[in-house]
């Protein structure tokens, strides 16, 4: 069985910052492309960062030059450094990995249990 388990969410005021953590613990060969997601009330799920296993990164607009996405291969874990937090930031944040798991030739889906960020005032 393969988990990832988030952390370091929480409440935090308007311009604050928090880092949340992923870390992915289990039997497996290899992750792929490890990344965070968001979702809020009304909203469907989207894409925040995600950085491949080349250390490639890919940024949803409303976050570019705020966050931060890192991964320690050695740890498997996956960072997301949060600056300058808006209300706009609030909402369930979900880490997501693609897992090579043998004997399975390609990698897998996974996700996390979500962690809640609330950015008020």
């Known amino acids: 069985q393969v988990q990832l388990v988030e952390s370091g969410g929480g409440l935090v005021q308007p311009g604050g910052s928090l880092r949340l953590s992923c870390a992915a613990s289990?039997?497996?060969?290899?992750?792929?492309?490890m990344g965070w997601y968001r979702q809020a009330p009304g909203k469907q799920r989207e894409l925040v960062a995600l950085?491949?296993?080349?250390?490639?990164?890919v940024y949803v607009d409303s976050v570019k030059g705020r966050f931060t996405i890192s991964r320690d291969n050695a740890k498997n874990t996956v960072d997301l450094q949060m600056l300058s937090l808006k209300p706009d930031d609030t909402a369930v944040y979900y880490c997501?990995?693609?897992?090579?798991?043998?004997?399975?030739?390609?990698?897998?889906?996974?996700w996390g249990q979500g962690t809640q960020v609330t950015v008020s005032s």
């Open positions: 997501n990995a693609h897992i090579l798991v043998p004997p399975r030739t390609l990698p897998s889906n996974y």
């Open positions: 289990g039997s497996f060969a290899s992750i792929t492309t």
């Open positions: 950085i491949t296993s080349g250390d490639s990164t």
